[in-house]
């Protein structure tokens, strides 16, 4: 039996605002519990809520990145349901009417083939606290300084197919909320996070199967290992005559698995109606006009340009793009150097990926800057080094040994161009290992490498490897 | 002393023929003396009061004052006040203490109002009767056996009663006018979005509207001034300019078209309330106004609509009063559902708990359409009716309630009935117009209130004509007695 796999994702972005979506109280992450709460975060009684404006600009910035339709007219809702986390009893949410409808994204698969994944709405809302369970022997705790966090919803249509699609899809969502610098995207705090709907239907038919729900996936690896988990049970149940339920599931990491949460917890009539205390939001055509000119160059645009200007293969072009942090670095690297394209690429996503990988930072925060790694390159192509003395000379400019010219210097890395002295090395391996000499001119070619291998040992490996070549072969030929 | 009106009061103060803190200890004294029979006050806040009062007689030497300085003032016990208890009638807040003020609160002290104290109230502001209050019921200062009406009974009686010269109430259905009516003073509910609902604790929040209740017209403008205007921790309140209530009181009110809609003068009114209104349009006609048949052929559905939309948003409300933060938590929780159903089962009078009830139905899967929706097109075909109404008429006026105030315990069972009570007033709440009652003297010996519908905004006008016939007549002026 073949299947077919029906996902779509619900994405939480927490917007980038200083302060909440309906207080005045900060939002920055981390604070000692409740510090960040004002009365009204707290719902005390007698208080109301005021829309922060900022959150309408950005949902309008998201919406526009989407090709999505604004609505000049949307409306704030109560989602009613008890949680201690919950101090009002209900959630501020858009619901009939949010400010963001249909849009789209196109999205680059592994096989570099682009998708279109159909966006069916985004929606602005508030965030509940957090009720902490552990340390308070057997009574939970409540923290309410996310509580008035603004969100923006993100609600796709079932269009993706496996859970590569859905992670490649999550990734250009968190890319682009990122170019819009909307969302700071960090998953680990929880201001950017995702549900996946999920079901499996025989390959051809035209219903969807029903699905689940799986929450806390926090991670672009958990989303993967979840769906594909999420997968096979459904698959397997079915197989065996069983039936899926539509509910909600949590995702465990520690024991890769998806479990129902408890039905209590869901079996909720939220008892939408709109929110009496706020007025609708009105988005203007001159609003969106002064907001689409603001708009920085997205992540498609952008990924698009570098294949045109730079000749980059998509899957090079789709790396760089994933920041506009990361496109910047490029771009200035290219430019300050005025190396390859290629060289510059091979380097940002070679060596200073891996280094930066190895201890976990940003590459806004590489200790190797912009200016250096384009001295560099021009030393690779201006012949002072050779691109594996560059390896060298980086490990040195990431330690923060100083410019690439003194680190050259003071490690005596510069490469040996002058033929004569090339010459008299050769002519000394040469002396050196009559036998090998002798087995490479009875037709042992595959020796080259090794007279390659003394040279370079014996240089230090600064030899410029091209003159070497055609040295060591003159010789070895005479 | 106690029976001059605030404007009155002004004048002696700043011409110093008596000080804030003499004045202040009066009408303590009052309330100490004659409170325990009516029951008006929840909270009296002594110590603050005479600070206050100080601090307005320092105020007076200097010259720097407002027409309030140092005019004793009671708010109703919705509207939060800090540091002092706001207990909204309720079991569930008795032991909160705010940690803020309302702006209104605010507004009236930086007026250099003295505050005396916090006046009883229906539960949560439901009710018609003050019956309903977790501090016991407020009795009639007219007939210690009726009602004060409610849900700003306490600052309707107190009022009356001469126990201070003005107080706040809020008005969800008629909850000012009506206690005013029932208890013969003068009361405004501004235009819905006037008076800031920042610290006003919310029943229904898309109703409600906070305003002042007095001995007179006069009083309410001065009060108005001090309370209305756009508060921006407040999204509903309208950024308009703020006339002076006060300036056009004397304006004159010739050719003035008075409408009465047919259906207020129905067969639910009792027969001397409808002849005491009668009176008091015959003496608007001598004032030169013109009188004029309207109809408002919606208004027949204005409780039911009411009594769907109201619950509705209160069931919401409400939620927050869950024993986890603040407020009533009952002893030894079970667990989570233990918590929340005891803390608010225990919490919460039956009047609340019923219009929780009515209002989660209402909002549930599957009853939305029928129940929310369909209440709010009657609400938009209500608006419509005064629109066109005001379209012909400048006022539209009738009884404020079918009944002088009734037996404490009467309509107690029978909450249908209790909810007819405010029959000509909820309408206005539902089109969100301003709505005012002022004393258009007795049947069977009670008061007998006027019941005044102005255009949106029109608050200036529904004062300028309260006024006048408070000019004519001296039914405002009357006081119950033994007070």
């Known amino acids: ?42 719902g005390f009684p007698g208080i109301l809520p005021v829309l922060n404006k900022e959150v309408v600009h950005m949902a309008i ?38 400010i963001v409808g249909k849009g789209h994204l196109d999205v680059q698969l592994e096989d570099g083939t682009m998708k279109r994944i159909n966006i069916t709405r985004a929606h602005l809302e508030e965030d509940a606290g957090k009720s902490l369970h552990e340390d308070f022997h057997g009574l939970s705790g409540i923290d309410l300084n996310r509580a008035g966090t603004p969100l923006l919803e993100i609600v796709s249509e079932p269009d993706m197919r496996s859970a590569k699609e859905a992670v490649a899809y999550l990734k250009s969502i968190h890319s682009l909320v990122r170019y819009l610098e909307i969302c700071d995207g960090n998953m680990q705090e929880g201001s950017f996070r995702c549900d996946a709907n999920v079901s499996v239907r025989r390959k051809g038919d035209s219903k969807y199967g029903t699905r689940t729900e799986l929450k806390n996936i926090n991670s672009f690896r958990y989303v993967e290992k979840a769906i594909n988990y999420e997968i096979e049970r459904q698959i397997a149940l079915i197989e065996s005559g069983g039936k899926v339920t539509q509910e909600t599931r949590l995702f465990d990491p520690a024991k890769n698995e998806t479990r129902p949460m408890r039905s209590k917890e869901e079996a909720n009539d939220y008892r939408y109606f709109p929110d009496p205390d706020l007025l609708p939001v009105a988005v203007t055509e001159e609003m969106i006009k002064t907001i689409r000119d603001e708009l920085p160059e997205l992540p498609h645009q952008k990924r698009q340009r570098f294949m045109e200007q730079y000749g980059l293969s998509a899957y090079d072009a789709d790396v760089l793009v994933s920041s506009r942090a990361l496109a910047a670095y490029f771009e200035t690297v290219v430019e300050e150097s005025g190396a390859s394209a290629k060289l510059a690429t091979n380097w940002i996503m070679g060596d200073l990926s891996a280094a930066l990988n190895k201890e976990n930072l940003e590459i806004t925060e590489s200790p190797v800057t912009t200016a250096q790694l384009a001295k560099l390159l021009q030393r690779i192509e201006d012949d002072t080094i050779s691109g594996k003395i560059a390896k060298t000379v980086f490990e040195a400019l990431w330690n923060k040994e100083g410019d690439v010219d003194h680190i050259i210097e003071k490690h005596g890395l510069k490469q040996v161009t002058d033929s004569s002295a090339i010459e008299k090395l050769v002519e000394k391996i040469i002396a050196d290992n009559p036998e090998q000499v002798t087995d490479y001119r009875s037709g042992k070619d595959k020796l080259f490498g090794y007279f390659v291998g003394q040279a370079m040992k014996a240089s230090g490996g600064k030899i410029n490897p091209q003159q070497l070549n055609e040295l060591l072969k003159k010789k070895l030929s005479a | 002393m106690i029976n001059k009106t605030i404007a009155e009061l002004s004048k002696e103060l700043h011409a110093k023929k008596i000080s804030s803190v003499e004045l202040t200890q009066q009408f303590l004294d009052r309330i100490k003396k004659l409170d325990k029979n009516l029951n008006s006050f929840i909270t009296l806040t002594e110590d603050h009061a005479l600070a206050d009062a100080k601090k307005a007689d320092a105020q007076i030497a200097k010259g720097a004052t407002t027409p309030l300085t140092g005019i004793p003032f009671a708010h109703k016990d919705i509207f939060c006040t800090q540091g002092i208890k706001t207990s909204c009638g309720s079991k569930m807040l008795d032991p909160y203490i705010s940690p803020y003020d309302a702006t209104v609160v605010t507004r009236l002290k930086d007026a250099g109002t003295v505050l005396l104290g916090k006046t009883n109230m229906d539960e949560f502001a439901m009710g018609s009767s003050n019956e309903n209050s977790f501090y016991g019921p407020v009795k009639n200062p007219w007939d210690l056996e009726r009602v004060p009406g409610g849900s700003s009974g306490g600052s309707a009686a107190a009022v009356a009663a001469r126990l201070t010269p003005g107080a706040t109430g809020t008005d969800t259905g008629g909850s000012i006018r009506q206690p005013a009516a029932l208890c013969g003073v003068s009361g405004l509910k501004p235009t819905y979005g006037r008076v800031s609902r920042y610290g006003m604790i919310a029943f229904a929040s898309s109703l409600d509207q906070g305003g002042p209740l007095a001995k007179s017209a006069e009083d309410l403008a001065i009060l108005l001034n001090a309370m209305a205007g ?44 409808a002849i005491a209104i009668q009176n008091a349009i015959k003496e608007y006609e001598k004032l030169g106004a013109t009188i004029h048949d309207i109809h408002l052929p919606s208004s027949a559905l204005s409780i039911p609509a009411y009594y769907v939309l109201a619950p509705a948003e209160c069931s919401s409300n ?42 989660t139905y209402a909002l549930s899967a599957g009853y939305y359409d029928a129940y929310y929706l369909k209440a709010q097109k009657i609400r938009g075909l209500i608006r419509e009716d005064f629109i066109n109404a005001f379209k012909k008429v400048d006022v539209i006026m009738g009884p404020t309630s079918p009944t002088p105030a009734f037996k404490l315990g009467e309509k107690v069972s029978d909450p249908i009935s209790m909810y007819l009570s405010d029959i000509y007033t909820i309408a206005v709440n539902l089109a969100g117009l301003p709505g005012m009652s002022i004393p258009a003297g007795f049947a069977n010996d009670l008061p007998v209130g006027l019941h005044l519908v102005g255009n949106f905004f029109e608050e200036v006008r529904l004062l300028n004509v309260a006024h006048h016939y408070q000019k004519v007549t001296d039914w405002h002026t009357r006081s119950p007695k033994g007070f």
């Open chain 1, 1 to 42: 039996m073949e299947w077919e796999t029906v996902i779509g994702l619900e994405i939480h972005a927490q917007l980038l605002t200083k302060s909440k979506i309906f207080s005045g109280a900060s939002t920055a992450f981390g604070a000692e519990p409740n510090t960040q709460a004002c009365a009204v975060d707290l």
């Open chain 1, 61 to 98: 910035k998201f919406g526009l990145g989407v090709g999505a339709e604004i609505a000049a007219k949307s409306v704030f809702a109560r989602k009613n349901y008890f949680y201690p986390d919950l101090p009002k009893g209900y959630q501020i949410s858009q619901y009939e009417l949010p």
């Open chain 2, 318 to 359: 409400l939620a927050r009063f869950d024993g986890v933060r603040y407020g009533h938590r009952c002893k030894d929780p079970k667990d989570l559902e233990d918590l929340y159903k005891r803390s608010r089962s225990e919490g919460f009078g039956s009047e609340v708990t019923r219009r929780i009830m009515i209002g």
């Open chain 2, 230 to 273: 756009h508060d921006e921790r407040d999204s509903t309140s309208v950024d308009m300019a703020v006339p002076d209530f006060t300036a056009t009181l004397n304006d004159s009110i010739r050719g003035l078209r008075i409408g009465l809609p047919k259906e207020y003068f129905d067969e639910g009114l009792d027969k001397n309330v």
